[in-house]
């Protein structure tokens, strides 16, 4: 079964702060995902990467950086942590290429900036 | 732009009801339809669908794509409690050429409250 590990189930962090949120999963998938959830407004794609080192924009990208130093781990980057960012923040992973293969989600960091 | 429109938004029933919810999108020549469904955690994958026509079907659940309307539904008869949840739709796009990421488009969600 694929395993999407998130670091930390909850969050709480102050304005201003730099916040990591990490992401692990175990089934050598190419691509990796982080979205954001927030009522009303569904999942939202913060950035995505396809290999290594590589990352590309999702629709939110503003105040959010990512990394991913090795295939298994993509780490979401918050530079300086502001209200409104608040929120669910959901990661995934999908094999490349993989035909009918979904998307598979881990459990989600609840992030709550004060 | 891409888009995924659900439909209820929300939606009670009691236990024992049929319910059908609705996927719409606005993305020509997508690759697939996925339903998900999301409790307290993580979405868990329920059916990928490319054809049209073609029912999947799991226990109670099923779902069927229509791509003249750009449509999907996903059915649950007999509801209990334990289906409460809410249930997402997502579209995936034309795959990009060589090393592109194959994200995923997303609607707003429906939000099924199963009463006993």
């Known amino acids: 079964d694929v395993k999407v590990t998130q670091s930390s189930r909850y969050l709480v962090k102050r304005t201003g702060e730099k916040v990591f949120l990490e992401c692990v999963q175990d089934m050598d998938h190419e691509n990796m995902f982080w979205y954001r959830q927030d009522p009303g407004l569904g999942l939202r794609l913060i950035y995505f990467?396809?290999?290594?080192?590589m990352k590309e924009k999702g629709d939110i990208p503003e105040g959010y950086s990512v990394s991913r130093e090795k295939k298994e781990r993509f780490s979401l980057i918050l530079e300086s942590a502001s209200t409104n960012q608040t929120s669910m923040y959901l990661c995934?992973?999908?094999?490349w290429g993989g035909g009918n293969q979904p998307q598979h989600f881990g459990d989600g960091t609840r992030l709550s900036i004060l | 732009e891409d888009k995924v429109v659900q439909s209820p938004l929300s939606l009670v029933v009691h236990e024992g009801d049929t319910v059908t919810l609705n996927c719409s999108y606005e993305?020509?020549?997508?690759?697939?339809l996925l339903w998900y469904k999301q409790e307290k955690k993580a979405p868990t994958f329920l059916f990928m669908l490319t054809s049209s026509g073609i029912e999947k079907k799991s226990g109670r659940l099923s779902s069927i794509l229509d791509k003249k309307e750009l449509s999907s539904i996903l059915n649950i008869t007999a509801t209990q409690t334990g289906d409460s949840a809410i249930y997402l739709c997502?579209?995936?796009?034309?795959?990009?050429?060589?090393?592109?990421?194959?994200?995923?488009?997303f609607g707003k969600g429906t939000k099924l409250t199963v009463n006993p």
């Open positions: 997502a579209v995936e796009p034309p795959r990009r050429a060589q090393g592109g990421s194959e994200k995923l488009v």
């Open positions: 993305v020509t020549n997508f690759r697939s």
């Open positions: 990467s396809y290999d290594v080192k």
């Open positions: 995934a992973s999908s094999l």
